[in-house]
């Protein structure tokens, strides 16, 4: 249902994004991750058609059969909220203060329905219902700062089912939420996904949640997708070199509680941090931060190479299992 | 102080309030606790805007005397004359019912122009906030080129044109205001573009226009609300101004700076004539910008810690 080839993203000439192949099947859930600055937000900004003013953007982005770049703002204006839901990554920002929430979630029907007067609320109360609010009906002239964290998340996924979109792109929707809410909130995505057949890419810095959530997904590195398949394949048998790092640097949890055998174990880390936009080295993106580099890292850029059910980008490929 | 005194009061009920007050009285001591914290600049500035106001609806009903009503057995009188509580001037027209009538005239010049300056104003800094960030820079240069343009050359120019009168003057403090209300508005409203929820409201399906009025418009709501207080105090100077100048109301309408310059040829022979117009636009020009300041601690939830907005 989305097939993104080829898709550049460049802001003042510099390439941030650069993705060959992704693919998200209707009806099914897709996780992107990466670090912080490894462009997992601006990609899914460019596939919303958020991106700020002054980016240059080519390739193709096909949404239902349908080019979205090549869409004019007013077209695309059309799909936005329409087809495409956003829920964005702190909820306490995206709702606006000023405005009632029974206003804010019905935005989207306003603009892209018929319906008027009560049939609108009605569809935002049955909304309200949806996300597993309480009393849905009383919350309709409160304002934003009235809820807590989790309700504001739960009225912005709300607001952006509301025009009943095919796909839901959620960005880190969870990271500004205390961990009991995040489980609440990943559920809900999960069931609102299976219960309209909504496909849902799901984007998150945390693999963790990402195998929660998501059938497949995407590691980005650099602005390029290091590696992608099924969830369970990536994370049992990561083959890019930057996956298994990400995984060795996830604590897990301590089998039967046995916290002494957590204790004075070093945990992994990543050295170094993502370059800045333009500063990346040649070849793989990853090579100044990888303890495997090979002297063919540093020449050419990896090739996309498939190997069992996944794609990923790597000279020298972890040889199956997390180091 | 009266914070601590507020969450300690909060902490500790005794039992008896706690059973004794109905939900009404609650609500009433909450009030009172809200307007006791406000700044007194509000109260004070509001006081005299109040005043204001008041004496110019007044000028429409009541007056001591008709309006021009001459009394030649009277003229220039000190103020405490029977009759003439604050004097009167060479024609023997009452002072207190010359100032009566030129808060109204203050008050009508200011509320024209501050209403079409703020609207216009607002408006172009929306739209320059909300254009093409290539646009951005020379829009605003552009506007900074009208706040450069001296305010009181162009009422010359503009009576020279079209003869002096209200209108003139009201025109020139118009296009003297817009570019403030421009300049003021493009920063907070760049801002505000530059928010998640707008960026949401985007994701909605929303076009420019209408987040720059529904979610643009509200939020920098309470900065105009102050913009609007001080542009009034500056409309109420100008205004003075160019009547004194005589390029703005003419005889036989009253107005605070047209009795100023009256009033200034008889500086000698009756001193205390020029003193009544000139503390009243010192009063109402200092009273809205107090309010004006008040407002804005009280709108400004950074500096604002009664929290009512």
Redesign the interface.
């Known amino acids: 249902m989305l097939e993104i080839r080829d898709l550049r993203v460049s802001i003042e000439g510099r390439e941030i994004i650069h993705i060959e192949h992704l693919d998200l099947q209707s009806g099914s859930r897709l996780g992107l991750v990466g670090e912080s600055g490894s462009g997992k937000t601006m990609t899914v900004k460019a596939i919303a058609g958020l991106l700020p003013d002054g980016t240059k953007i080519s390739g193709s982005v096909k949404f239902d059969g349908k080019d979205l770049l090549t869409l004019s703002d007013r077209e695309f204006a059309k799909v936005r909220g329409n087809k495409i839901g956003f829920v964005f990554q702190d909820p306490a920002r995206s709702l606006n203060p000023m405005m009632r929430i029974g206003k804010q979630v019905s935005e989207a029907i306003r603009i892209h329905s018929d319906l008027k007067g009560s049939a609108v609320t009605e569809k935002v109360i049955d909304l309200l219902g949806q996300v597993q609010l309480p009393d849905p009906a009383s919350l309709l002239r409160r304002y934003p700062h009235q809820l807590s964290g989790g309700q504001q998340q739960r009225v912005m996924i709300a607001a952006a089912i509301a025009a009943d979109p095919d796909l839901l792109i959620a960005d880190e929707p969870t990271t500004a939420l205390d961990v009991t809410v995040q489980e609440e909130i990943l559920r809900l995505l999960i069931s609102l996904s299976e219960k309209r057949n909504m496909s849902l890419l799901f984007v998150s810095h945390d693999l963790g949640v990402i195998r929660f959530v998501c059938d497949s997904v995407a590691v980005i590195y650099g602005g390029n997708i290091v590696e992608s398949g099924l969830v369970e394949e990536v994370v049992t048998n990561p083959l890019h070199r930057y996956t298994s790092a990400l995984l060795a640097a996830n604590p897990g949890m301590p089998k039967d509680n046995n916290f002494s055998a957590f204790m004075g174990k070093r945990l992994q880390t990543i050295t170094g941090s993502v370059p800045a936009v333009g500063k990346f080295p040649s070849g793989c993106r990853f090579r100044n931060r990888c303890q495997f580099v090979t002297d063919e890292c540093s020449s050419v850029p990896p090739a996309v190479t498939t190997e069992s059910d996944h794609q990923y980008l790597c000279w020298n490929p972890s040889s199956g299992g997390a180091s | 102080m009266t914070h601590e005194f507020e969450t300690k009061s909060r902490a500790m009920p005794s039992s008896m309030e706690t059973t004794q007050a109905t939900p009404a009285q609650k609500n009433d001591r909450r009030l009172w606790s809200h307007l006791r914290r406000l700044p007194p600049t509000l109260y004070i500035g509001g006081g005299l805007v109040f005043l204001f106001v008041l004496v110019a609806f007044i000028s429409f009903f009541w007056t001591p005397y008709p309006p021009n009503a001459l009394n030649l057995q009277n003229r220039l009188a000190p103020p405490g004359t029977p009759g003439f509580f604050l004097g009167s001037d060479r024609l023997g027209r009452d002072m207190v019912t010359e100032l009566m009538l030129g808060a109204r005239n203050s008050l009508y010049v200011s509320v024209v122009s501050t209403i079409v300056a703020m609207s216009v104003g607002a408006t172009i800094g929306l739209s320059i906030a909300g254009s093409?960030?290539?646009l951005q820079g020379p829009l605003t240069r552009l506007v900074d080129v009208g706040l450069a343009l001296p305010g009181i050359l162009t009422a010359l120019v503009l009576a020279a044109k079209f003869g002096p009168g209200n209108t003139t003057a009201t025109i020139a403090i118009i296009t003297w205001q817009i570019p403030v209300a421009a300049r003021v508005t493009i920063g907070p409203a760049r801002q505000i573009l530059a928010?998640?929820?707008v960026?949401?409201?985007?994701?909605?399906?929303?076009?420019k226009s209408y987040v720059l009025k529904?979610?643009v418009l509200?939020?920098i709501?309470p900065l105009l609300i102050v913009l609007c207080s001080v542009m009034f105090a500056a409309a109420i100077l100008i205004e003075a101004a160019l009547a004194y100048l005589t390029v703005g109301v003419q005889p036989p309408t009253s107005s605070w700076g047209r009795l100023l310059n009256e009033t200034q040829s008889l500086l000698e022979a009756a001193p205390y004539l020029m003193f009544f117009p000139g503390i009243s636009i010192v009063l109402t020009a200092l009273g809205f910008n107090l309010l004006g300041d008040g407002l804005r601690t009280v709108l400004d939830p950074q500096q604002s810690r009664s929290g009512l907005a």
């Open positions: 093409k960030r290539s928010l998640d929820y960026e949401a409201a985007y994701s909605y399906g929303r076009k529904r979610h509200p939020n709501g």
